[in-house]
C-alpha cells in the first residue's frame, strides 16, 4: 500500500466536489463588473448630454427686432432731421377742419350710373313746342280722349309727327316698349335714380334696351299716343324718381320752385 502523499489528488478531489460553484461565482462576479462598466458609461454619456443642454440653453437669447421704433432710452431725445410740429401748426391742422356741416341743400345731380354727375342746368327739353298739357301732381284731370277722369303723370309738348325727340340728359336706356295707352314708349334712367319717359314716339325708334345715349342725342320721332289721340299731335314727356312720378320741369331745373 503506497501512503505517499499526494497534493495533486486532493486538489483534483476539492475541485470535483466545490469547483462548480467556484466556477458559477466567477462568472457572476465577471457579469456584474461588465454590467456595472456598462452602467458605468451609460451614466457619463447622459451627463454630458445634460451639460450640452445647460450650456446651450445659457447661450444669451438674442433680442427680438424693435421694427423702426427707438428704445425707450432714446424716445425723448431729439431725432436729426425730424422736425417738431408746432403748437400754432397744430391749431392750423385743427382750424382747418370744418366746424359745421353745411346743411345748405344741393342742387341735384344727374347723369349715367358710374359716370360723373350731371347738374340739373345740363338738362334740355326733348324738343321745341308749346307745353299745353300740365303735369297733374296725382290730381285728376279730364281725359277727353277716353272721357274718364284720370291723372296727368307728365307734360304734354306740342310738335309735328316726325319732329325729332332727343335724350334729356346723358344716360341709359332701360326699356323700350309699345304700350296700349301710350304708344311706343322709351325710358332713361339717369344718375339720382332718375328716370325719363318718352311716350307717343313711332315704331322705328334710333335706340334699345341698354344703350347708352348723350344729352340732346336724337331717340326716335314724335307719332300718335292712343289714349290722347283727340289732342294735338304731341309728346307726352314724363319723369320718375325712385319709380314715383314727378313734375319735369321742377326736376330739371326749368321752372322755379
Aim: include cysteine; charge should be negative.
Amino acid at each position: 500500500m503506497n501512503n505517499s502523499y499526494n497534493p495533486k489528488s486532493k486538489f483534483s478531489k476539492f475541485m470535483a466536489g466545490k469547483g462548480f460553484y467556484i466556477a458559477l461565482a466567477v462568472c457572476v462576479i465577471g457579469a456584474g463588473t461588465a454590467a456595472w462598466v456598462a452602467v458605468d458609461k451609460t451614466i457619463a454619456r447622459i451627463d454630458d448630454s445634460n451639460s450640452q443642454i445647460i450650456e446651450q440653453n445659457n447661450v444669451t437669447t438674442p433680442q427680438e427686432p424693435t421694427y423702426g421704433f427707438p428704445d425707450l432710452e432714446e424716445a425723448g431725445k431729439a431725432q436729426s432731421g425730424v422736425n417738431k410740429p408746432s403748437a400754432s401748426s397744430s391749431s392750423q391742422a385743427s382750424s382747418s377742419q370744418p366746424s359745421k356741416v353745411d346743411t345748405k341743400p344741393q342742387e341735384q345731380s344727374v347723369g349715367v350710373p358710374g359716370q360723373q354727375s350731371v347738374q340739373t342746368s345740363s338738362y334740355i327739353l326733348p324738343l321745341s313746342g308749346e307745353i299745353f298739357g300740365q303735369y297733374s301732381n296725382g290730381e285728376l284731370v279730364k281725359n277727353v280722349t277716353l272721357k274718364e277722369w284720370r291723372t296727368h303723370d307728365g307734360i304734354d309738348i306740342k310738335a309735328e309727327k316726325g319732329a325729332e325727340v332727343k335724350a334729356v340728359c346723358d344716360g341709359k336706356v332701360t326699356s323700350v316698349k309699345n304700350d296700349p295707352l301710350m304708344g311706343t314708349t322709351i325710358e332713361i334712367l339717369h344718375s339720382g335714380d332718375v328716370t325719363s319717359v318718352y311716350c307717343g314716339l313711332a315704331k322705328d325708334v334710333a335706340v334699345k334696351a341698354d344703350t347708352v345715349v348723350k344729352v340732346g342725342q336724337i331717340i326716335g320721332t314724335v307719332d300718335e299716343i292712343p289714349c290722347e289721340i283727340s289732342l294735338d299731335p304731341h309728346l307726352h314727356f314724363a319723369m320718375k324718381i325712385d319709380g314715383k312720378w314727378v313734375d319735369p320741369l321742377k326736376t330739371m331745373g326749368k321752372v322755379s320752385e
